[in-house]
């Protein structure tokens, strides 16, 4: 990002230079998550299909039912492995969607005007799938196995792949350390979160994905048997996670921002850099 700040249109900065509560972190993730909107949801609108469709030939496998997918005594253990199957892609999407809203987050703070494809150039995807794939595969004995340690690994990981992309640490065993590190400060802050984060939007998920069939069920007389619910369920919280997972990337993005004003004073060396006229965009730059 260096030179981006003095040969880059200026426009109005939509994240705030200061220290942030939980719920002006949100705030800001949705208003990151709208100035990016279509390639987070392109990529993630992928990402989602094709986490349905894996998830989907598993159920039908086992079987389990649309629309709830409920187990019984008999297929109580594929069902939990499914479920933490599902989980565990959802921690390598939102991890790889975070690279891309990282590299987003920088010109959103500085009010630098950057097209989509030099964020792409800036987001160094390729480490992030592979950090992407080995979280997704510790997920998931995590969330098989009782799930808290799904919890600490969703907590303290979250920044990896945005601390690649802003703070372009190199070395991604280094990002990773930094990340945990970040999380764990202010009483781990960033990772409470994020969790506050994923409870929000999955309230919104089950809403989008279940509310409609209540009003389905108004209209047909046995909804649990309807054919159509084997596509519909799934194409429903496609939707639905493909806005949540974009939405929690973005969230990722903007907790680096605000944990490195709070911790590292990111705001006054970014002040400081505009009051000597020097290259802002570099002051971004954690790894020297």
Known sequence: ??????????????????????????????????QRALPL???????AAGEQVLLSRLRAAVPLYPPFYQPDEWVLG???????????IEVGIITLLGAFAGAAAGPALLGITVRHR???????????????????ALAWPAAYFGGV????????????????????VGNPVLAV???????????????????????????????LGFGWIMVAGLLTVNVDGAAWLVWAIPAAWG????????????????LLVEVRIRTEGLDIA???????????????VAAR
């Open 149 to 168: 340690g799904l919890i600490a690994l969703f907590a303290l990981t979250g920044l990896v792949t945005p601390v690649l992309a802003m703070d372009r």
């Open 270 to 284: 970014l002040n400081r850099s505009r009051a000597h006229g020097e290259d802002e965009a570099a002051t971004l």
């Open 1 to 34: 990002m260096r030179g981006e700040a003095a040969g880059s249109r200026r426009q109005t900065a939509i994240l705030p230079l200061r220290a942030m509560t939980a719920g002006e972190s949100l705030d800001s993730a949705v208003a990151l998550f709208r």
């Open 239 to 254: 939707l639905a996670n493909t806005v949540a997972y974009a939405a929690l990337a973005c969230l990722d993005a903007v």
């Open 118 to 136: 030099e964020l792409f150039r800036r987001a160094r995807l390729g480490r992030a799938l592979l950090i992407a794939v080995l979280l997704g």
């Open 78 to 88: 594929e069902w939990w492995r499914i479920t933490a199957t599902g989980l565990a």
């Open 177 to 207: 350390l930094r990340a945990v590190r970040l999380a764990g400060r202010g009483g781990m802050r960033v990772g409470r979160i994020r969790i506050v984060g994923y409870l929000t939007w999955l309230g919104i998920r089950v809403g």
């Open 41 to 47: 949801l392109i990529m993630a609108a992928v990402l």
